[in-house]
């Protein structure tokens, strides 16, 4: 069983910074592509950052130049560094993975549970 958890969430005042990190535990042969995305209330989820096992970055237009993804490989971690937060960017944060369990399965997809950031105005 695959387990990602995210922490780092929280509240925060606009144009002030949070640090959010998702750690993958459990029967791993392999992380690819691991990325972060959210959901504001009443809205679609949508891709936030994604990150390549080679490094190889994605942003969404509306993080680019205050959203930093990286990740970590030797400690199974995706971190996301955000500045200059605003009111916008509220949402449940989650972290996403493309793992195979064992050598020979096949990639399959994981999420983790959420972590909340509200920024305030």
């Known amino acids: 069983q695959v387990q990602l958890v995210e922490s780092g969430g929280g509240l925060v005042q606009a144009g002030g910074f949070l640090r959010l990190s998702c750690v993958a535990s459990?029967?791993?042969?392999?992380?690819?592509?691991m990325g972060w995305y959210r959901q504001a209330p009443g809205k679609k989820r949508e891709t936030v950052a994604v990150?390549?096992?080679?490094?190889?970055?994605n942003y969404a237009d509306s993080v680019k130049g205050r959203f930093t993804i990286s990740r970590d490989n030797a400690k199974k971690t995706v971190y996301l560094q955000m500045n200059s937060l605003k009111p916008e960017d509220t949402a449940d944060y989650y972290c996403?993975?493309?793992?195979?369990?064992?050598?020979?399965?096949?990639?399959?997809?994981?999420w983790g549970q959420g972590t909340q950031v509200t920024v305030s105005s």
């Open positions: 996403y993975a493309d793992v195979r369990v064992y050598s020979y399965s096949l990639w399959a997809g994981y």
């Open positions: 990150i390549t096992s080679g490094g190889g970055t």
């Open positions: 459990g029967i791993i042969f392999s992380i690819g592509a």
